[in-house]
Structures are given as structure tokens and as C-alpha cells.
């Protein structure tokens, strides 16, 4: 009964999702912040380059008060993850993207969060207690930031972790904690920044 009851709630929300507008997608965006996170199946996707859609561009205002703006980012590789405060693997793996983003800020390239649930005290205390140097973009309340990903390689699963090539383009996405396979991300960065831009 258990195995019925898990299919049915599994086809309901594969039609919902189906079904999803961008407004209906806007509005998940918002649920109540204590809400379960949904955790992928450490599920690599690797586009290559002739298969590329346009340019991702996404814009907010971080933590600090800046503004980002992935325009202003052209010409180099950028690290995109989507977390929450209260999302357990985005806890574990928080340390590991520090750290990855300090190596290869030497190499020039950009670490950007987008947060999807949280205010921006809870936000600038998490930095603190893990580590966290790279700006987030506090994206709770109106969601543009989220939207802008929500074409064929849009996060599935909190945490997500997207890497953009130097155009801008989806060249990878991670659906699920990087820790425990950060070489997979190291190595979809070190691609990106391997390629020649046309």
C-alpha cells in the first residue's frame, strides 16, 4: 500500500511540475521557508558547447547591499549555487564551495550564490559561520533571479550548483551537495575555463 500510495504522490507531482508557468514557478519560490529542501541524486549534467542555449542573465542585490549583475561577468567562468539556511546538504557542502571558490578566484573565476528562501541576517551569519566569502544574491522575495534559470537545465534540487561557461551559458549543473565529489566540480570548472570562446 505504502509503494501505491509513494507512486501516486510521485505522478501527482510530476503532472504539477509539468504543468508549472513561470508565475506558478515565481510562487514555489516563496513557500514557507521552513519547508522540507528536495535533495537530487548527485546527477551531473555536462552540455557541450555546440549544444548551448543563449546566455543566463540574472541580476539581484546580495547580502552586502551590491548589486550583481551577470553581464558584467562575460569573459569568465561562473559558479552559480542555489541554497537555503535551513537546507541540510547546503550546510555540508557550504565549507567545500568556500574553499573551491578561493582556489580558483586566483583564476578568475566568479562564485555567486542565489538564495531562495532567507532574509539577509540569517544570510551574513551563515557566511560567518561557514566561511563564506562569495556574495548571494537574496532572492527570496521577488524570485527573478531563480526565473532567469528556468529553462531546460533549471535547478531541480536544493542545493544546485550550475557552471556557466565565458558566454554565460549552462555548461554544467550539479543537482545535489558537492561535497563528497568536489573533483566533479573542480573538473567542469577547470573544462570551462579550458575552452575558447568564439
Known amino acids: 500500500m ?3 500510495l509513494r507512486a501516486a504522490a510521485a505522478v501527482a507531482l510530476a503532472v504539477a ?3 508549472c508557468t513561470l508565475t506558478s514557478l515565481q510562487q514555489s519560490y516563496q513557500n514557507d ?7 537530487g541524486q548527485t546527477g551531473i549534467t555536462v552540455v557541450q558547447p555546440d549544444q548551448r542555449k543563449a546566455p543566463v542573465e540574472f541580476s539581484g542585490t546580495t547580502e552586502s547591499g551590491a548589486q550583481f549583475d551577470s553581464k558584467s561577468e562575460l569573459g569568465k567562468v561562473v559558479v552559480v549555487n542555489f541554497w537555503y539556511v535551513l537546507c541540510p546538504p547546503c550546510r555540508v557542502e557550504a565549507s567545500d564551495l568556500a574553499a573551491v571558490a578561493a582556489e580558483y578566484a586566483k583564476k578568475g573565476v566568479v562564485f555567486v550564490g ?7 541576517s540569517s544570510i551574513t551569519a551563515y557566511d560567518e559561520q561557514f566561511g563564506v566569502k562569495y556574495p548571494s544574491i ?3 522575495a521577488s524570485g527573478a533571479a531563480q526565473l532567469a534559470f528556468s529553462g531546460a537545465y533549471r535547478p531541480n534540487a536544493t542545493p544546485t550548483t550550475i557552471v ?5 551559458r549552462v555548461a554544467a549543473r550539479i543537482e545535489a551537495t558537492v561535497h563528497g565529489q568536489l573533483s566533479n566540480l ?13
Not at 164 to 168: F, S
Not at 188 to 194: R, T
Open 114 to 120: 542565489i538564495n531562495t528562501r532567507d532574509d539577509v
Open 138 to 140: 537574496v532572492d527570496a
Open 33 to 39: 521557508p521552513n519547508a522540507g529542501y528536495v535533495q
Open 17 to 19: 511540475l509539468g504543468g
Open 186 to 198: 573542480t573538473s567542469l570548472i577547470d573544462s570551462a575555463l579550458a575552452e575558447k570562446t568564439s
Open 164 to 168: 556557466l561557461d565565458r558566454e554565460g
Open 2 to 4: 505504502r509503494r501505491i
